[in-house]
């Protein structure tokens, strides 16, 4: 048997947690592996409200370059297994870091995007919120107020989304069964998920290519294999 299937069959309230390592086998890059975003450019630079002001001409470049990755980008293998146990039934939520809409693209329902969505952009002024597409026309002024439009995600020092938050509290309280998908749990709070999790006497499993500082909590630890075939051969094991 499985071990994740098993866990899976045996718990009642499963609740995943993903991270940009459930996007990199759509093409996306992650942030902090060896070919992530950050390895070569200063988070705080770029992903900041103080960026967003005073180095604008970056932020702008940054974002507008994650906005056109994004076109064509479909949902992977993985995507598609996470929606369909929530279908199912083996699964009850996503948690996600992801602000790249694939899980909801895949046909999941239950999505908290803790960090937002690089879908839209909203005017840093008024709030008017307009088209992703606005930023690949190099349209930035706000076409109510002529303020700055800004992508709809959480930027470094900036709250999270209360909602998300609030739902990603009441799912990581409820969950005897905690699985983190390609996370390094770096970034608080996100990070803070799995340990209340844990805390409240959920299970917890970590598949993540590397290491994380949570990985000695784990009941079930799956390192240095990809996301999409684990949960393949999970799949594979829950229809027999
Ligand atoms: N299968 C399994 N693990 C993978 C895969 C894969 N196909 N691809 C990448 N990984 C792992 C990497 O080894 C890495 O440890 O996924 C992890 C992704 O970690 P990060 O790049 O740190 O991304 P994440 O944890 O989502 O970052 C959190 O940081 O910069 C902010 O807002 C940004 O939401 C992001 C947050």
């Known amino acids: 048997m499985n071990q994740l299937a098993d866990l899976l069959q045996h718990s009642d309230y499963p609740v995943v947690m993903t991270g940009a390592g459930m996007s990199t086998e759509s093409g996306l890059p992650d942030f902090r592996s060896n070919t992530g975003l950050w390895k070569n450019q200063n988070p705080a630079a770029l992903a900041s409200v103080e960026a967003m002001e005073n180095n604008r001409s970056e932020f702008l470049a940054f ?3 994650r906005i056109e990755a994004l076109a064509g980008v479909l949902p992977n293998d993985g995507h598609h297994i996470l929606a369909d146990w929530e279908q199912k039934g083996f699964i009850k939520s996503i948690i996600t870091q992801n602000v790249d809409g694939l899980h909801q693209q895949a046909g999941s329902r239950h999505v908290a995007e803790l960090h937002g969505s690089i879908a839209a952009l909203h005017c840093h002024s ?27 995600i959480v930027l470094f020092g900036e709250m999270l989304p209360e909602e998300a938050i609030a739902f990603a509290q009441q799912e990581s309280t409820r969950a005897d069964l905690f699985i983190v998908l390609g ?20 299970r917890l499993v970590i598949v993540n290519r590397t290491e994380t500082d949570m990985d000695k909590e784990a009941d079930l630890l799956v390192q240095g294999e990809n996301i999409g075939s684990i949960l393949k051969e999970a799949d594979h094991h829950l229809k027999d």
């Open 63 to 65: 974002y507008q370059s």
């Open 183 to 202: 996370s390094s749990l770096s970034v608080a709070p996100a990070s803070y998920f799995p340990v209340d999790a844990k805390q409240q006497g959920a």
């Open 126 to 152: 008024c709030g008017a919120s307009a088209d992703s597409s606005r930023y690949t026309n190099n349209e930035t002024s706000c076409p109510v107020c002529g303020g700055f439009l800004r992508p709809n």
